[in-house]
């Protein structure tokens, strides 16, 4: 249980609603910030805004998946106020207070270090990202049906990356009838595609691979869909960039083309809220219990 632990959730989506009757369940002290506009009722959750006192009593702070963008704000979809993290709001909160975000970006990491706060990355733990990639394949599968007039079966689909996401996407659209292709810069990771029974190449052949390529999917946070890809590539073919803000590719330049291109940030929480957060929420349940067991349960 978590009686007696003060734990803020800070914006977000619909994925923080399972988070909420998670930790509720946990009988944790729920203190919800953005969520002004949410229609649910959650008894005994307390709303208050980013300057209320009770910023002192916290010992954990969750924020949305995406955390903040890199001047501190934090979205939410359930309010219009303006949100913003920032040294003197962190300060407010106990020494000890935990922060909890999807993603860390600069801003976060530089922010929680001068504060001197831990913060744990949700989704770089293997065990959430490979959840995770569950519904961002669903949600892949649904954007290339949506962008194209050609049927996933016997297309040629090129993945780039071999990680927890790049793995997920390129089973399911081979499961799909697809020829796939995998990207990859590691002989590891190419031994891997083969055994997989797909076609690998190295990413340096990216561009040779571009020619005959009907649907090309990024996984890789890096400028990897460059100009000179992007030359390659049939005017037919579609662009899905997965990788997180500001992807991988150059949407300028494909957009020049006529080549459509589209980024998709967040699609577990577009395309399967509930599952998504349910996998946050019984992530940072078992966190905040082993937290609360090396503390020797002194909360
Ligand atoms: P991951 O496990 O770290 O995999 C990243 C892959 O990119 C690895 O294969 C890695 O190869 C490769 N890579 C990284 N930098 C590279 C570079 N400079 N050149 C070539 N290859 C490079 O990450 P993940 O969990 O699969 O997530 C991938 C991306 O998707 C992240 O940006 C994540 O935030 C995003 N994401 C998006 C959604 C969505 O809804 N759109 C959902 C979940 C995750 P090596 O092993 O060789 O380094």
């Keep these: 249980m978590l009686t007696g632990w003060n734990v803020a959730i800070l914006g977000g989506d619909a994925r923080q609603i399972e988070m909420i009757r998670k930790l509720s369940e946990w009988d944790a002290s729920l203190h919800l910030v953005g969520f002004d506009q949410l229609d649910y009722g959650?008894?005994?959750?307390?709303?208050?805004?980013?300057?209320?006192?009770?910023?002192?009593?916290?010992?954990?702070?969750?924020?949305?998946?995406?955390?903040?963008?890199?001047?501190?704000?934090?979205?939410?979809?359930?309010?219009?106020?303006?949100?913003?993290?920032?040294?003197?709001?962190?300060?407010?909160?106990?020494?000890?207070?935990?922060?909890?975000?999807?993603?860390?970006?600069?801003?976060?990491?530089?922010?929680?270090?001068?504060?001197?706060?831990?913060?744990?990355?949700?989704?770089?733990?293997?065990?959430?990202?490979?959840?995770?990639?569950?519904?961002?394949?669903?949600?892949?599968?649904?954007?290339?049906?949506?962008?194209?007039?050609?049927?996933?079966?016997?297309?040629?689909?090129?993945?780039?990356?071999?990680?927890?996401?790049?793995?997920?996407?390129?089973?399911a659209f081979h499961g799909l009838g697809a020829k796939v292709h995998v990207g990859v810069r590691k002989p590891a990771h190419y031994a891997r595609v083969q055994e997989m029974g797909l076609v690998p190449f190295y990413l340096n052949n990216l561009e040779k691979n571009a020619e005959n390529s009907d649907i090309m999917i990024n996984t890789i946070p890096a400028p990897i869909i460059n100009a000179s890809v992007i030359r390659k590539m049939p005017s037919h073919t579609f662009i899905l960039d997965l990788a997180s803000k500001p992807g991988g590719t150059d949407f300028r330049y494909a957009e020049k083309r006529g080549i459509k291109a589209i980024i998709a940030p967040s699609l577990p929480g577009i395309v399967a809220p509930k599952t998504a957060g349910r996998i946050l929420a019984n992530t940072v349940s078992q966190i905040l219990k082993d937290y609360k067991r090396k503390d020797g349960e002194s909360k």
Aim: proline share 2%.
């Design 42 to 171: 959650f008894t005994g959750a307390n709303h208050i805004d980013m300057d209320d006192e009770e910023v002192e009593k916290f010992d954990v702070v969750i924020l949305p998946v995406a955390g903040t963008d890199e001047n501190g704000n934090i979205d939410s979809i359930f309010s219009n106020q303006q949100m913003v993290l920032d040294e003197d709001w962190v300060t407010r909160t106990k020494d000890e207070c935990i922060f909890l975000t999807g993603i860390a970006n600069n801003y976060l990491i530089d922010l929680l270090d001068k504060t001197d706060r831990r913060m744990v990355p949700l989704l770089s733990r293997d065990d959430v990202a490979i959840y995770n990639s569950v519904p961002t394949v669903e949600g892949a599968i649904m954007m290339v049906i949506q962008n194209t007039d050609f049927t996933i079966h016997s297309s040629r689909v090129h993945v780039l990356g071999l990680g927890r996401v790049g793995m997920s996407v390129a089973r």
